[in-house]
Nanobody, 124 residues
Framework: VQLQASGGGLVQAGGSLRLSCVDSGRTFSTYSMGWFRQAPGKEREFVAGITWSDFSTVYADSVKGRFTISRNNAENTVYLQMNSLEPEDTAVYSC??????????????????WGQGTQVTVSS
């Protein structure tokens, strides 16, 4: 598993961005995927997760109703659609993979692989 995130950038408050995370391996469909973020001076926090088996999703309360996680197994890609962005969403966003995990997607130690992050900056 090798994960590469992209799609970050600078956007005004209220705007949208779509992040992508591509897995260059051959077993993407057997991994649940998660998005995390880390703002300057803060710990890394869970944003959203999607299971490998039935594509069930889970979100942090702070992004519910604004962010949507999805996946395309044919393209080995997981997406994070971010709408109504707020300055508080500014952070480095990273994707992670957890093999055949159905629960606990919001718990960082449950993930097996991590990709490099992509910077998201929301201006007020």
């Amino acid at each position: 598993v090798q994960l590469q995130a992209s799609g970050g950038g600078l956007v005004q408050a209220g705007g949208s961005l779509r992040l992508s995370c591509v897995d260059s391996g051959r077993t993407f469909s057997t991994y649940s995927m998660g998005w995390f973020r880390q703002a300057p001076g803060k710990e890394r926090e869970f944003v959203a997760g999607i299971t490998w088996s039935d594509f069930s999703t889970v979100y942090a309360d702070s992004v519910k109703g604004r962010f949507t996680i999805s996946r395309n197994n044919a393209e080995n890609t997981v997406y994070l659609q971010m709408n109504s962005l707020e300055p508080e969403d500014t952070a480095v966003y990273s994707c992670a993979a957890a093999r055949r995990r159905q629960f606990g997607l919001d718990y960082l130690p449950n993930y097996d692989y991590w990709g490099q992050g992509t910077q998201v900056t929301v201006s007020s």
